[in-house]
Each structure stands twice: as structure tokens, then as C-alpha cells.
């Protein structure tokens, strides 16, 4: 079975300032990690994933994301926020049998708000 | 090129109460994925579709069925609705290798 944790329910940052945003998984096979961005009323949007590869990853509007294997963590990071990027943001794995395409199971989310 | 679609964006019911959603695909997606997003909460996995037939379940009770259609366009239905099925409704369709995209969402309230 595979679960994810955010310990932070909220994270509020001042505008320009850099944003890191935790994540950290348990899983008895091998994973593929996803990050996704939740604006108001709105569905899902994909910000950006690790398959396999590099494990530092860069996604749409800025962010990146580092893979650590040893830690079995994928934190989200941005160098400088927007006021636009206020939004709740989720982690989610995916194991790997049956290929990118199965379930997601994701963590309770984080909201991201940005204070100017 | 229209994303994925929902219908309705918000419903109300009762208990005891049926209820249907549905779900339209991006276009080129053959697999259909819906999830439950409770208030404050990320989102649960409940089934996927594929080729017609249910291909993984999530920890639901069998209250919750679904059906894929030809056109790869997917319906959930919900059985005897108790007011914990109050939620955010999310399809997800995919074709591989891409990765899964959502929908905006069906916002169901049972009272």
C-alpha cells in the first residue's frame, strides 16, 4: 500500500519570498510522483511529475521538484511567489505496475497563500 | 481541443436518494479515473475505466458503480446517498503514456 503525508496545512508566505512545500511518501513498490495545483472551485491541474530520470524536476509557472529515494521524499519548490499562486496544492504517487496511467493516491494538501 | 468535461457542476439530493455524474474525456483519452474529494481533504480514488470494463477499485462500497460508454465517456452512480457522500466529484482521463488530467468537478451536497 502506498500513502503520502504533507505536514503542512498551510503555508503562508510574503510575495517574492521562496516557498518550499514537503512531501514525503511510504510505499512498498516502486513510485511515480506528481504534483498537482487546486485554484478555487477548479478541478486538478498538473504542475509537474518524476517518472524517472533526473531527479530534479521543473514544472509549468516556476516550480521544481527534487526526488530524494533515501528520504522517499518530493518537495516542491519555488524561488520567488506571485499573489496568483495562492492556491491548494496536493503531492500523489502512483505506483508502478500498470503504468503512469494507474490510480494517484494523494495527501491532504497544502495551501499555499501568499500574503503581498 | 476541449479538456475534460463534467455535468452537472453542482447537484443537491436527498438521503436515500440516487444520483448520476458524468464525465467526458479529453479528446484521444481511453481511460477514465473518478475520485472524491471530501471538504478539506485531497482526493480519493474510487474507480477507472477502461475498454468498457472496471479496471481498479478504490475502498468504496458497492453504492458506487460506473459505466464507460463507446465513446469513452464514463457515468458514476451513486446508491442510497448518506450525507457523508457530500463532496467534490473528479474525473480523470488519460491515455498512455500521458498522464492523468481532471476535470472541474461535480460538487454534490446530500442533505
Known amino acids: 500500500a502506498q500513502s503520502v503525508t504533507q505536514l503542512d496545512s498551510q503555508v503562508p508566505v510574503f510575495e517574492e519570498a521562496p516557498v518550499e512545500l514537503r512531501c514525503n511518501y511510504s510505499s512498498s513498490v516502486s513510485v511515480y510522483l506528481f504534483w498537482y495545483v487546486q485554484y478555487p472551485n477548479q478541478g486538478l491541474q498538473l504542475l509537474l511529475k518524476y517518472l524517472s530520470g533526473s531527479t530534479l524536476v521543473k514544472g509549468i509557472n516556476g516550480f521544481e521538484a527534487e526526488f530524494n529515494k533515501s528520504q522517499t521524499s518530493f518537495h516542491l519548490r519555488k524561488p520567488s511567489v506571485h499573489i496568483s499562486d495562492t492556491a491548494e496544492y496536493f503531492c500523489a504517487v502512483s505506483p508502478h505496475y500498470g503504468g503512469a496511467t494507474n490510480k494517484l493516491i494523494f495527501g491532504t494538501g497544502t495551501l499555499l497563500a501568499v500574503q503581498p | 481541443d476541449a479538456g475534460v468535461t463534467q455535468s452537472p457542476t453542482h447537484l443537491i439530493k436527498t438521503r436515500g436518494q440516487q444520483v448520476t455524474l458524468r464525465c467526458s474525456p479529453k479528446s484521444g483519452h481511453d481511460t477514465v479515473s473518478w475520485y472524491q474529494q471530501a471538504l478539506g481533504q485531497g482526493p480519493q480514488f474510487i474507480f477507472q475505466y477502461y475498454e468498457e470494463e472496471e479496471r481498479q477499485r478504490g475502498n468504496f462500497p458497492d453504492r458506487f458503480s460506473g459505466h464507460q460508454f463507446p465513446n469513452y465517456s464514463s457515468e458514476l452512480n451513486v446508491n442510497a446517498l448518506l450525507l457523508g457522500d457530500s463532496a467534490l466529484y473528479l474525473c480523470?482521463?488519460?491515455?498512455?503514456?500521458?498522464?492523468?488530467?481532471f476535470g472541474p468537478g461535480t460538487r454534490l451536497t446530500v442533505l
Open positions: 480523470a482521463s488519460t491515455r498512455p503514456p500521458d498522464t492523468q488530467y
